[in-house]
């Protein structure tokens, strides 16, 4: 497996990650973007169903084991990172799974393999160009890209991550709107959606998002804010769907 400096710094940091069994700093805050996921497994659950389907940046295989529910044809499921693809097999006993360790910019994978290829918060650790090229070159025509990215737009956002450096890897490049742009000039049918301002803005006010109605009512907000062009940047993150050409 080739390595650019830039992967081997990914794999380091995620072998170190997931060896230590720590959590994230920022991992507290992820209960603001709770409708983001549930939109994310809610669009997968009809797009895989009977596919064959790509888990781009698995990780310990979370979502592949939540995928593998909805009956895919077979899910292969890949990671820079030996501890994580460790970890997930130790996990999973679905035998519709294949971990791989795998470099997501450079894939030992065949061309139009996949009916969907998905991924949650990994593209932003990639050479985008590098990584979008190959997520359409394994995808098989009118295939379907889904991907959960963070924003690199909010300035206070930023502030929180210039102060905590260590909680993240030193590659890692959250999405500005040109990075949006590149998706729309290699994919067609590009839809985004906006999450995580006024949720993540009062998270401290709700404890389980699931069941709260402040929650409701704070992503509502968002999801009339956040559709207007001027206000996006405030967002937190995004769910992306787009076909192959």
Not at 15 to 36: A, D, I, P, T, V
Not at 93 to 101: A, E, L, T
Request: hydrophobic content about 35%; proline content about 3%.
């Amino acid at each position: 497996m080739n390595l650019t400096e830039q992967n081997q710094r990914e794999k380091e940091f995620h072998n170190k990650l997931h060896s230590s069994g720590k959590e994230r700093s920022q991992n507290k805050f992820y209960k603001s973007l709770y409708q983001l996921y549930e939109d994310f497994i809610t669009v997968l659950k009809i797009e895989t169903h009977s596919k064959n389907v790509l888990d781009y940046g698995c990780g310990v295989g979370n979502f592949a084991r939540e995928i593998s529910n909805f009956e895919p044809k077979k899910i292969i499921a890949i990671d820079i990172s030996e501890e994580a693809i460790k970890k997930a097999k130790n996990k999973t006993s679905s035998k519709i799974i294949d971990y791989r360790v795998e470099n997501c910019e450079s894939l030992s994978l065949n061309s139009e393999t996949f009916d969907v290829v998905y991924g949650s918060g990994i593209l932003h650790h990639l050479d985008l160009n590098k990584s979008l090229t190959e997520v359409n070159r394994v995808l098989k025509k009118n295939g379907k890209m889904i991907f959960v990215e963070p924003l690199a737009t909010n300035p206070l956002i930023n502030l929180y991550r210039r102060f905590t450096p260590n909680a993240r890897s030193h590659d890692e490049h959250p999405f500005k709107f040109e990075d949006i742009k590149l998706i729309e000039r290699i994919f067609n049918n590009v839809e985004i959606k906006y999450y995580g301002f006024f949720t993540l803005i009062f998270f401290p006010f709700y404890r389980s998002p699931k069941d709260s109605g402040l929650f409701r009512l704070l992503n509502k907000m968002d999801r009339f804010v956040l559709k207007i062009k001027y206000f996006k940047f405030l967002a937190w993150s995004v769910l992306i769907e787009a076909k192959k050409n």
